[in-house]
């Protein structure tokens, strides 16, 4: 009995052995068949694992106050492979496709579900492997797609093929468009070419693992240091509210005078950033001014009387004279050498006999500027000690701005080739020389700042995920471009321009300005072609923060060729602009009680958080009543009576209305919604009522509506 159940055992263990050594035979045929036989065959179809070469992310382009420029967006293109097996079981495909086409329709709004049913059955009896659904699809309709009918099941079950392409989009459009410049795979142009070297990622290999849906997920670099990497966020010095100002005033004067193009620059002062940098030009095609070249720096065009001031600044310095000090004036003509057609001035500037040179160059005098320089640079030797002067600004150089397209001024030395008996005088009134708007105003900063002539730069800094990696330090041109005592009479020279000269249409009531405006006629040949138009100055004239420059081409209204119709008026746009924006340059109070002869005026307030009343209330010393009673509150309201501003105070309690009415919009939608109320604000002003009763009680989510003043 034993024995039987022993044999049995032996037998049971035996065959369990065979049936292993059996498995085992198997497993190890197929491994080699695997490997040996089928292996492509097997990698293609799982690919679970697959080596990718892809491109670093290009860098955003961002503006000194935060606004996005430039930057890569991602889009995706559908693809749909009718070849799938899973769509023909079960139909799958014919149950579903006029839910999907339904649900595509109202996604995209573009076709009616039964045109897009008719395209998906037609693809799919075509058994086509490559159906393009969509392209450029943003992320979250992307997102949508993925989750309808069959497109749920993912790639491998649905046949969708999700394609990811980057593009490079510019938010704010034409804004700066020209500064900002486009990149493309191979062309790149203004700042997207200046800091390339930035902003473009570099390409590397990377090994991806592919999950349920189709998905890949990076798992490392195919060797250690060849991961793609992103580029660097540039930082650049434009200020979209300031290049905003600058563009709208300068499309308002194109259109009004008919002009061909028009620049508009504004730098700031101490550092040579530039703020702004507008350039319109008028589209035939389109009928209207956009941004097609960068003028600014690209276009070089006879100064006219802004040239004037470094004709001045080389007389001054090379003669010592006083502003007020008089020189003979001709009258109406300067004669020039060889019958040479004369410079003149038009009326009401002509001037006879003895002259202050402040009133030459606050009137814009040719013929007075003329004289000057012939005064102070006599013969012809002298000639080319006046050039060299000129040269010792900068002025026969580019400024050397960071972005390409900036090209050379012209002026020419005295005794080269084409310098004449008469071209000492022409030069001095911004004749037979050519600047860009850019190589001018370069100069305007640097009386501006004291002498100093700054580079003018774009660039800012650059940051890598978040980290500043490089700032852009300013950089000195010339220390000084002339003397102390030059410099103080041409400072004076330029705000007397404003104050009492062709620009005394902009005068600033709130601070000095200091300018130039320049007229300049354009020949094409030995025809008169069209005129030039400009300003240039700076603000505030005692402690100057910005420069600016406007120059207005072949503008078609006659009207509008002057320097002081046409580009003063966009200056004093841009400085009005700027003046409501930054607080800095305010030198005197707008409202002051204490200078109020009628005590009993006092500036209506509205209601709000009280920190910033007290600032403003101090600012303009207004008295301020109930001081104790309001002292603990964030927020008051104001009621005038005699000479005193009363606070009263606005208690905020929980789950109550607060009292909003007198308020300005944003500190009522902040009480309102620090409440958990969800508000709806009609017009705009100061509130004048609200739906919901004041210190009423409410949940959270209840629903209020604010009317303002103005509709």
Known sequence: MVDKVKNGIVRKAGLMYGLVLVLMVIVLVRVFQLKMVDEKEWEGKSASIRTEEEEGVRGDIISSDGCLLATSVPSYDLIWDFRVKNLRRNNLFEKNVDTLALCMSRLFGDSTAQAYSRMF??????????????????????????????????RYKSGLIIQEQRKRTYPYNELAKRCIGYATDDVQVGMELAYNANLAGTKGKIRKYKVAGGDLYPLGTVDNDNMPQDGSDVIVTLDVGIQDVAERSLKKYLDTSKAQWGAAIVMEVATGKIRAMANLQYDEKSGQYLELFNHAIGTKVPPGSTFKLPAMIAVLEK????????????????????????????????????????????????????????MAYPKAADEKEYTSRLGKMNLN?????????????????????????????????????????????????AVANNGRMMKPYLKEAVRKHGVIT???????????????????KV?????????????KAIKNKYFQIAGK???????????????????????????????????????????????????APVFKEIVDALCAKDRDLHTKKNFDLAS???????????????????????????????????????????????????????????????????????????????????????????????????????????????ELAIN
């Open 121 to 154: 059955r037609n693809a799919f009896e075509q058994n086509k492997s490559h159906y393009v659904v969509k392209t450029k699809i943003s992320f979250a309709k992307m997102q949508e797609v993925r989750k309808f009918p069959i497109f749920k099941l993912g």
């Open 596 to 706: 109020n002869a009628d005590k009993k005026q006092l500036p209506d307030a509205k209601c709000g958080d009280k920190t910033v009343l007290d600032r403003l209330f101090s600012d303009f010393n207004v008295q301020v009543g109930n001081v104790e009673q309001s002292q603990q509150y964030h927020f008051v309201s104001t009621t005038n009576e005699g000479d005193v501003v009363n606070l009263d105070p606005v208690p905020v309690q929980k789950a109550t209305v607060p009292n909003v009415v007198g308020m300005g919009l944003r500190d009522a939608m902040y009480l309102l919604r620090k409440q958990k109320l969800k508000v709806t604000a009609v017009g705009r002003g100061t509130v004048k009522k609200q739906s919901l009763p004041p210190y009423t009680k409410i949940k959270s989510g209840d629903k209020i509506t604010i």
């Open 397 to 445: 150089s580019t400024t050397g701005i960071d972005i390409d397209g900036e090209i050379s001024p012209i002026l020419r030395d005295a005794g080269s080739k084409f310098w004449w008996g008469g071209s000492l005088e022409k030069v001095s009134i911004g004749y037979e020389t050519e600047y860009t708007p850019l190589q001018i105003l370069t100069l305007y900063n």
């Open 319 to 374: 003669t010592g004279m006083d502003i007020d000090d008089k020189i003979d004036m001709p009258g109406q003509y300067y004669k020039l050498p060889g019958g040479a057609k004369p410079i003149e001035d038009e009326k009401p500037h002509i001037f006879t006999g003895p002259t202050p040179i402040r009133t030459i160059f606050e009137l814009s005098s040719n013929v007075g500027v003329a004289t000057l320089a012939r």
């Open 517 to 567: 405006t320049g007229t300049a006629q354009i020949f094409e040949g030995d025809k008169l072609a069209g005129y030039s138009a400009s300003f240039a100055g700076f603000f505030p004239a005692d402690r100057p923060k910005y420069s600016c420059i406007v120059v207005v081409y072949k503008p078609k209204v006659s009207r509008f060729i002057y320097g002081s119709a046409v580009a």
């Open 491 to 503: 400072h004076e020279l330029l705000i007397g321009v404003v104050e009492r000269g062709t620009a």
């Open 470 to 488: 490089e700032v852009v330090e300013p950089v000195t041109l010339h220390w000084s471009i002339c003397d102390e005592a030059t410099l103080a």
